[in-house]
């Protein structure tokens, strides 16, 4: 394979301009596609490697794959012994490994992230293809909440995994997301093999894995029950589109805080389940009862055979029968015939008429209007009854009340006026004010107001890591922006210009305080020229891209970010435009950060 490094240009079209990840048997980058002016991804590895053609093969065939949650396939090729594979760029992608580095996942994130990963999974299944390779880290969310799953397209080739029976495959892969969203849940990783950044899940004493709810609260039971099912007992969902079908209905945005989840046989859960491969065919029932949308939220949704099912949309839930007759919940099946008639008798004696109609048939009373519960209303005023109209003498009554209010009022208003009009005479006070008593009133306000305020207390700063995509930009330097050493730094990547990705993605660290504090400013160092540096804070890890930045800074040197005593465990320090340095490169140096409470 060629010498591969940065600038290094493939098929007189892609220039690598950054290294994004790299294995024993291949490495991903970004580069510039400089005939459609674009970024793209590409995966390099030895055109002579043994796996090399299957992984093109492989490449090739995932090309004919449409489905928006795998990245497209853009060009396939190789030369001067090096294969490639070149697939669209995900700006701003985050993955679930990226998301545990401190705590679990909302379950309905998880939820969702896996269903939308499966459906992928499962169009991909029946085009032949299968990942076999599956972790947290290649199942990533875009700033939008839309989900991806990366290296479908030559992993399980490259990896010499590909050699499974299509049914073997496609319960690995189920099995897989399994383990992805038991990960989500607990940040514990229940694999054979350990996944970097993540801690394995140590086994009971029995040699049984623990179900999620014995790590983490919250747990909903039915996610609870597929992971025991699935990793515990090899039952469960055979293929990623029985698992997505399982899974749904889900949020269609991402879940940023924990929910209960609801059932209901509305639009989301038909057009959740229309997005998942053959997830069209059934359907979701309505309970007949309507107390039983209130159970247990986390029951599996009850479905008919396939067999069973026509081919037409989700079925309309029929409307509730009446109550038949005789039956305790129907108040009207208590009031009989005769109770009418005298009902009426009453009514008609009330109001001085006579009581026609009591001779009426039972047809005639059942086709009446007349509501033997209906009772007249208590008059809406203490002394008149209900069909009390006013005469000429009480409308004058109500105009001189009227007139008497304005009146009242334009006297309180005009003595108001004469207060403010009379401030402008001198008042004894203000004639004694030179006074001693009142000049040493003076020097004692202006010595109280001179005093300086309490002096800032530095917080301690637990953790710094960088933040960004694919765990941010040199990770393993993100320390030295907090150790009290001026001579050390943090230092981003290298960039060409000063929007270093580009599409307004951005580079930085986040700040762990261990526990919520107040903070009321943040004070940076940074060297080269002005940077624009944005602050998020929070009380867990969220994305940037769904929030608001509580402050801006766009200067450079020290400077000091004002948070007025806000309320936060993590302060995420997002360069959106990068310092330039003396050599002519863009690169942001931060060499000091103090947080004050």
């Not at 994004?20 to 590409?42: F, I, K, M, N, Y």
């Not at 076999?132 to 490259?158: E, F, K, R, Y």
Request: net charge negative; charged share 25%; glycine share 10%.
């Amino acid at each position: 394979m060629q010498a591969i490094g940065e600038n290094t240009v493939l098929a007189q079209r892609y220039t690598l301009t950054r290294k994004l990840a790299g294995r024993q048997e291949q490495e991903q980058w970004l580069a510039t596609d400089s005939t459609l002016g674009r970024e793209v991804t590409v995966t390099v590895f030895e055109a002579d490697s043994t796996h090399a053609e299957a992984a093109l093969d492989s490449a090739r065939r995932a090309a004919g794959v449409e489905d928006r949650h795998l990245p497209r396939v853009l060009d396939v090729g190789s030369e001067d012994g090096t294969a490639y594979v070149i697939t669209e760029a995900l700006h701003g992608a985050e993955s679930i490994a990226a998301m545990l580095q401190f705590d679990p996942l909302p379950a309905e994130e998880v939820r969702r992230m896996i269903g939308e990963a499966a459906s992928g999974l499962g169009a991909a299944s029946a085009r032949g293809l299968h990942h076999l390779q599956l972790t947290p880290h290649d199942i990533v969310t875009s700033p939008d909440g839309a989900v991806s799953v990366l290296g479908l397209s030559t992993d399980a080739a490259l990896a010499g995994a590909d050699d499974l029976s299509s049914e073997e495959a496609s319960r690995a892969d189920t099995v897989a997301l399994v383990q992805v969203a038991y990960a989500g849940l607990t940040r514990r990783w229940p694999g054979d093999e350990p996944v970097p950044g993540l801690e394995s899940v140590s086994r009971r004493a029995d040699g049984e894995l623990p179900a999620p709810s014995e790590l983490a609260h919250g747990v909903p039971g039915d996610l609870d029950t597929l992971c025991r099912t699935t990793l515990g007992a090899d039952e469960g969902p055979r293929t990623p589109g029985e698992l997505a079908r399982q899974l749904a209905p889900w949020s269609s945005e991402r879940v940023t805080t924990s929910t209960r989840r609801t059932t209901g046989s509305g639009g989301a859960a038909a057009a959740t389940l229309s997005a998942v491969p053959g997830g069209d065919h059934g359907s979701v029932d309505a309970p007949a009862d309507p107390d039983a949308a209130s159970d247990d939220a986390t029951r599996p949704i009850a479905r008919e055979p396939e067999s069973a099912q026509p081919a037409v949309p989700a079925r309309t839930p029929l409307p509730r029968a009446a109550a038949p007759a005789g039956d305790p919940n129907d108040d009207t099946a208590q009031i009989s015939t005769s109770d009418v008639r005298r009902a009426r008798q009453r009514t008609a004696a009330a109001h001085g008429t006579e009581a026609a109609g009591s001779t009426d048939t039972d047809t005639d009373i059942e086709d009446d209007d007349y509501d033997p519960s209906f009772s007249d209303l208590e008059p809406p005023v203490p002394g008149l009854d209900g069909h009390f109209e006013p005469d000429h003498q009480s409308s004058r009554l109500a105009l001189l009340l009227v007139a008497l209010l304005v009146i009242v009022a334009v006297i309180f208003a005009a003595i108001g006026l004469r207060g403010i009009g009379g401030s402008d005479e001198p008042s004894d006070a203000a004639s004694s004010a030179g006074s001693p008593a009142a000049s040493g009133s003076a020097k004692t306000s202006k010595s109280t107001s001179s005093k300086p305020k309490p002096t800032a207390k530095p917080l301690q700063i637990e953790r710094t890591t960088s933040y960004g995509i694919n765990g941010g930009d040199n990770s393993g330097l993100a320390a030295k922006a907090t150790d009290d050493d001026t001579d050390s730094a943090w230092t981003s990547f290298d960039y060409n210009t000063e929007d270093g990705r580009g599409g307004g993605q951005g580079t930085g660290l986040l700040l762990n305080l261990g526990s919520v504090k107040s903070v009321d400013r943040v004070k940076i160092t940074t060297t080269g020229g002005p940077s624009t540096i944005k602050f998020f804070v929070s009380d867990k890890i969220e994305p940037v891209s769904s929030r608001e930045p509580e402050t801006t800074l766009n200067g450079k040197g020290t400077q000091t970010a004002q948070l007025d005593g806000v309320d936060a465990q993590y302060i995420t320090i997002w360069v959106t435009k990068l310092s330039k340095q003396s050599n002519g490169k863009f690169q942001e140096q931060i060499t000091d950060i103090k947080v004050y409470s």
